[in-house]
């Protein structure tokens, strides 16, 4: 399984865009990349999942260059509401298995 | 939105009890799994259990530990014995395209 490496905390605004970088080195050729957001005592949830270049939706966009061994989750204009824990998971879909630290994301007003 | 749905929210057992905790998955989804999450740490993987069988476990995952799906809805974790170190949340997960997390289950141990 790839292991992942994020930033263990963040700190940022409101109003400002946020960029998580997460490594993973030994990721395999059919690896997906996938980004979930937990609030305490609650499960996590899904974000945003791409294979390579970039992938948008209605809350994030995930950039992962062509060597795929890194990928950035981008929040644009976080809110208070946005402090949360971020994960990035590597693996095959339906079986991304390996939590890593994750990034805890504390946005200021 | 589609939800995975788990029971009881919090249960409080005593050393040595078993404990049976419930998970209704999202009705066409496939995969199903078992993860945990002790106080402050990180969410760790339990088990998979694909086409009503184990499809992966961790190495958490040992003989007082059990799953089912008894009546092809509810997916049930077992605890056979629980332990103090047992105590954690427990969450039930599903997936199609997607992996969706149940709310959790607080499990404490005394």
């Known amino acids: 399984l790839a292991k992942t490496t994020q930033p263990i905390s963040m700190d940022s605004y409101e109003g400002q865009e946020v960029n998580i970088t997460c490594s993973h080195n030994?990721?395999?050729?059919?690896?997906?990349i996938t980004w979930y957001q937990q609030f305490p005592s609650q499960g996590p949830r899904f974000i945003i999942q791409?294979?390579?270049t970039k992938v948008t939706n209605e809350v994030a966009s995930l950039f992962i260059p062509a060597d795929r061994k890194s990928s950035t989750l981008s929040l644009p204009r976080v809110s208070l509401s946005d402090t949360a824990v971020y994960y990035c998971?590597?693996?095959?879909?339906?079986?991304?298995?390996?939590f890593g630290g994750g990034t805890r994301l504390m946005v200021k007003p | 939105e589609p939800e995975v749905t788990q029971t009881p929210s919090h249960q409080v057992t005593q050393m040595g009890q078993e404990v049976i905790l419930r998970c209704v998955p999202i009705?066409?989804?496939?995969?199903f799994y078992w993860y945990r999450q002790i106080l402050g740490q990180k969410v760790e993987f339990l088990v998979s259990?694909?086409?009503?069988?184990?499809?992966?476990k961790s190495e958490i995952f040992d003989d007082q530990f059990s799953v089912e799906r008894p009546d092809g809805s509810n997916f049930t974790l077992k605890i056979r014995s629980t332990k103090l170190e047992d105590s954690a949340m427990y969450f039930c997960?599903?997936?199609?395209?997607?992996?969706?997390f149940g709310p959790g289950t607080r499990l404490t141990v005394l």
């Open positions: 998971l590597v693996g095959v879909a339906g079986n991304m298995l390996t």
């Open positions: 997960a599903t997936f199609l395209d997607e992996q969706f």
């Open positions: 791409g294979y390579k």
């Open positions: 009705s066409n989804h496939l995969y």
């Open positions: 030994n990721i395999a050729t059919n690896d997906y």
């Open positions: 259990f694909y086409n009503n069988e184990i499809s992966e």
